[in-house]
């Protein structure tokens, strides 16, 4: 499977990396939390190339992550902000902080901590269940199937073929999902 093609699997992380997984993304819709709008502004911050800047700004914008909005009509000007797609990444970018400040420090602390403005205090980010509230730990949750992924599952049985691997099940459900899709079209 060829990267560009990595939006096309039955995978939700997949489908994310599609987007948000190329060099400089992240660090971009960082600076984008932290208040950075403007071309200039991020490429300071960030030392990337204009050329490599305006091409990952262009995806996010066109992914809907970012919006353009015109600050100056002449020449037209444009600043960048995060769409309530984007804003939804907030808890992505505090867990990926979190897991670098506990795993990359190099015993130097986290480079910076986070305030909650309604209480004042320092916080951490914390994985819950939307249910019961109790902490998720990986040993505690488990993936299932979903929608795409059942069908197909209950195509091969139905046919008496064998499961692929589950490396090859996300792409194989895909196909299978498109092609099901254009027959009934």
């Not at 808890?91 to 910076?112: F, I, K």
């Amino acid at each position: 499977m060829k990267w560009d093609d990595i939006d096309q699997q039955v995978c939700s992380v997949a489908r994310a990396l599609s987007v948000l997984g190329e060099r400089w993304t992240l660090l971009i819709i960082r600076d984008a939390f932290r208040g950075t709008r403007r071309f200039d502004d991020f490429q300071r911050s960030l030392g990337v190339t204009r050329h490599r800047l305006s091409e990952r700004l262009g995806k996010l914008v066109d992914e809907g992550v970012l919006t353009r909005v015109a600050y100056m009509d002449r020449p037209t000007r444009y600043e960048y902000r995060l769409t309530r797609k984007g804003l939804a990444l907030y808890p992505v970018l505090m867990t990926l902080s979190q897991w670098g400040d506990d795993w990359m420090d190099d015993g130097n602390g986290p480079p910076q901590r986070y305030r909650h403005s309604l209480c004042g205090k320092q916080t951490r980010a914390v994985l819950s269940c939307d249910e019961c509230g109790a902490p998720l730990r990986p040993e505690e949750v488990s993936a299932q199937a979903g929608e795409v992924l059942s069908a197909y599952v209950a195509h091969l049985n139905a046919r008496g073929e064998p499961l692929p691997s589950e490396g090859e099940l996300a792409r194989e459900a895909a196909q299978y999902w498109r092609e099901s899709r254009s027959d009934q079209a």
